[in-house]
């Protein structure tokens, strides 16, 4: 069934993408212009999704229920980080990052949280000072302009 | 003898102090990500690209410090199989069949050494091939036109997959939407923008770089948390580094044998490392199991599949700098910071940089005399590295990764890009569909479609030059013959499944 959704999802991406190149218009002098090259790409997707669609290959296991909210949750520690490294700036938003990831992956708590406070000032440490690619130690919530 | 010559130089620009610290640090960090189960040198090297990148180091320096952690891994990966038989990376697998019940057997300081001179053996054999055979097939192919170009390509794309297991089909997705990905961005011959949704972030194309250290490093994160969380057996320690030297010479026709095996497996487009250490093992099996002694124990099939993955790994090296076409996901990853770094490799690289490729080869010499070194006498730091645990290890990749990233542009939008190919390397490798292909798709893409527009500006519109030259028209011939080939393997595959299904009913 996975493999359907997929060759689904696949077939309608490179359908819109193949309909789109359409619209691209041709200059004068490049005689295959940016239009030729999508299509050639997307019509095979479309002939090889759909033949996914048709005949699925292969199982797929997916995670019982509860490891699916652990990787959602990792996952939300990832898109976190990405919204929290400038406002918080690097070594906070990092020691969140390690403490929790650490956490999800089944290490005890207090140990976690410990490993991020002394990794994050660690590699900031590491990177901004010794090998000197710049990173915020404080965020903009804590600088003014 | 001009390529003795060509090596003095490269010697020259390999020993400069930079480039030795460099070439060090790589193999040691390398056999450290090796022995650390759950890295191999895919993730490794992709999490490594952007510092190296932020670092601006010149192409040479980087490919001496990529490429020694590549070799690192692949020395390092026997360490946690013979010691934990928990295989360190992919292609330690086999390795684990023989190491461990030699250490158990209290052979492990043999066992250690004999994979370690094996892996020397099997890496130096393969940087000779290299040095050989490089320029060889460099020189080759400098007579390719944009229509032979194409054509490689598609051969690139048909044959990536390997001839082994999973579904043709799927590969052949892989790579298309790899090619899909790369055509996002502005279009550089009509500076028309093409699915950049109006995002001036997507104006570029999608980063390379950012892409597969997303489907790599941070997909392989999302595929630990799948697993149970098991605490890891105490490893067989080591007693003394000093070995019984006779053990080892007694396997030197395994060591032989098996890099001879892995050389070619590694050379052949779509075989990697892997591929490379299973072939020499069934290889060695098949000439010297005369008393059902492998499996159990027999220190051939140590050295065997040891020797294998390494000379497969240098091997792997050849088409990706003669050719500009890799044949394993770690040297498309080396590919992507080559690129990256706006070297374009392939026949022009040996006659334009030749200090980059004999740089590189001189200090692939000089590494594994360091590797062999580093994991002779001083296996006992990385059997004490090894142990730590998971739960430790992965935030500090996940949060080296973040700087990484976010260094090369100092760009949230990277970090936003690196998560969502994360969770789609996770959704495709889930599917049994092989990033490799991807990756290459998306890091040629531009190319394939610069020579075909070029070869149809030369015809004027005439797709018959598509098969106008000899070269062309032998490249699509093995197309057809190596998808016929995978896809009468499936088929294969699929009645036996199918049958042994029923027997099972």
Redesign the interface.
Known sequence: MSIRILGVAIFVIAALYTWQAGTYAITFGDVLGPTVFPVIVGIPTMILSASLVVFPAGQVDWPAPQRIWRQLAALAVLVGYTMTLEPLGFPLATFALVALIGIILGGAPWRAVLLGAVMAPALWALFDQVLGLPLDFLGELFVAD | MEILSLLGQGFTVALSPLNIGLLLMGCFIGTLLGALPGLGPVNGVAVLIPLTF??GFDPTSSMILLCAVYFGCMYGGRISSILLNIPGDEPAIMTTLDGYPMAVQGQATNALAISGVASFVGATIAVIGLSLFAPVLARAAIHFGPADYFALYILAFATIGGIAG??P??T??SA??G??LA?VGI?P??G?P??TFDSFHLFDGVEPIVALVGLFA?SE??M???KE?KDRPKAIPVGSWLPQWGAIWKTRWAMLRGSGVGFVAGVLPGAGASLGSFMAYVAEKQTSNKKGTFGKGDPRGVAAPEAGNNAASGGALIPMLSLGVPGSGTTAVLLAMLISLNVQPGPLLFERQPDLVWGLVASLYMANIALLILNLPMIGIFTRLMMT????L???V???T??GV??IS?S?FD??MM?FF??LGY?LR???VSLVPLVLGLLLGGDM?RN??RA??IS??DWSILIASPISISLYILTVFFLALSVWI?VRD?RQAKSERLTEG
């Open positions: 932020a670092f999973v579904d089909r799927k052949l997705l298309l939407i090619l899909m055509t279009d011959i009509s028309v093409r699915y941070i994160i999302l630990l948390l799948e969380f645990p998971t739960w430790a992965m935030p500090i996940a949060a080296v973040f700087v976010y260094s100092n949230i970090l936003e998560v994360g969770v959704v889930k599917m049994d479609e075909l527009r149809m500006s004027d519109g499936a699929h």
